[in-house]
């Protein structure tokens, strides 16, 4: 089964602006990752939480983490058209890395 | 630094026909994955070697897919007897080892379509 539920499942947004997905999962993690991946193309890790962290930045990447509520979220500034792809994210607990089932996000010029 | 490498990028074949796929992970890398992803869905773990031992094999449906990583590098994954709910695209990773911070680098996956 999958650990992480992401919402929303589609995201259609203009250049420019923000984009936000958000991700639940099930279990306590070791922490939470985020991946992209363009059509017909592997998957490419964005940035990583550790379980004792809130908030952590990377360029125009923001992601939160509340294992109170076993929530975490992605937020792009300053959409591109270049970061048009599906976004998910992954929660490792011990050996196991579990992902969502993804958010598509397409970025009009 | 050259990535992860699969092989083929795309498979048609038959229901109950056989298929292997083929990965070389990063040079050094330690923990090789394999994972499917169904159209629509993130990746699912099927496969998980440290070195050439299994780590995890949990979902792995064990009466037609096998794998292995014989020395310990290279990797293939063998379906047989093909289904039609076989059809994705199926993901190699590798990482540096098992500590929860190192990232896992993803192959182009091969593409399998089954009739």
């Known amino acids: 089964s999958q650990q992480g539920e992401e919402d929303p499942q589609a995201l259609s947004i203009q250049e420019g602006e923000n984009a936000t997905m958000n991700c639940s999962y099930k279990?306590?993690?070791?922490?939470l990752q985020w991946y992209r991946q363009n059509s017909g193309r592997g998957l490419v890790h964005l940035i990583l939480?550790?379980?004792?962290?809130r908030e952590k930045h990377s360029g125009r990447l923001r992601v939160t983490l509340d294992t109170s509520k076993k929530s975490s979220s992605l937020l792009i500034t300053a959409s591109r058209a270049a970061d048009t792809a599906s976004y998910f994210c992954?929660?490792?607990?011990?050996?196991?890395?579990?992902f969502g089932g993804g958010t598509r996000l397409m970025v009009k010029p | 630094e050259a990535g992860v490498a699969q092989s083929p990028r795309y498979k048609i074949i038959e229901k109950r026909q056989s298929v292997a796929f083929w990965c070389n992970p990063i040079?050094?890398?330690?923990?090789l994955y394999w994972y499917q992803q169904i159209l629509g869905q993130g990746p699912k773990l099927l496969i998980q070697?440290?070195?050439?031992?299994?780590?995890?094999d949990s979902q792995l449906p064990k009466d037609r897919f096998s794998a292995e990583r014989l020395k310990g590098v290279d990797s293939t994954l063998k379906i047989q007897p093909a289904k039609l709910e076989d059809s994705a695209v199926y993901l190699c990773?590798?990482?540096?080892?098992?500590?929860?911070?190192?990232?896992?680098?993803f192959g182009p996956g091969t593409r399998l379509t089954v009739l």
């Open positions: 939480i550790r379980s004792n962290e």
């Open positions: 070697f440290q070195n050439n031992g299994v780590v995890d």
């Open positions: 992954a929660a490792r607990a011990g050996n196991m890395l579990t």
């Open positions: 990773a590798s990482s540096s080892g098992l500590a929860v911070a190192n990232e896992q680098f």
């Open positions: 279990t306590s993690i070791n922490n």
């Open positions: 040079s050094g890398h330690a923990t």
